[in-house]
């Protein structure tokens, strides 16, 4: 029996997965999700996802800025080929937050003021597999502590990117998959955004 194991979803391959949905209000708010997530590079070499929270403020999941062992260090982080500014990363959660100089006609990405029950819609966007941004949708499946168990497939290149409810909502940071093959089985974990705006205020108080 293979043993499966908890897999961080940065990545340094090539492809694209993407679903869509025939609504033009619903493609509309799945296209400003998308505008408002960003492709990191990680050391020159290894991608993530992030997204844009607000006054040059951006989101993403703590291992993509650092190494996770004890005495961690901080990679070098770019987006569009200019450097990012490490703000703060989260010391009990997989979430940190970055600074760089964005454009007036990104969209800042709307918290949630609940999170979805179990079996409704939750969406991800990433860069699956470092190609280009996409989305992806599937159902909530419960919450685990501080974690948001889901089924929206998330590949390589999508780990920092946001999850999201029905309504574009942000409910979560995309944080890792549990797969026995090293892609995605089904499972996918996010962590919760509460956790992230209490992290986004906090930065936004620092001098």
Known sequence: ????ILMYVCTFLVCCQSIQKQDSKYVSSAQDALNSTEQIIINGQGSGSAFYLGNNYWGTAKHCVMDM???GFFYEITMNGKECKIIVASVHHDIAIFQIDTPDTVKPFKFADSYP???EIVCSAGWHFG???TFSIGYLSKYDKDLIVHTAPMNG???GGPTMDENFNLIGVNTAILTASGGW???SYSA???H???LFEFAQGLK
């Not at 029996?1 to 499966?4: G, I, L, R, S, T």
């Open 131 to 133: 190609y280009e941004e």
């Open 192 to 194: 919760k955004s509460h």
């Open 157 to 159: 290149g999508v780990s």
């Open 117 to 119: 029950e179990l079996g």
């Open 69 to 71: 062992n004890p005495n």
């Open 196 to 198: 992230l705006k209490e």
């Open 185 to 187: 089985n089904g499972v």
């Open 1 to 4: 029996m293979k043993a499966c």
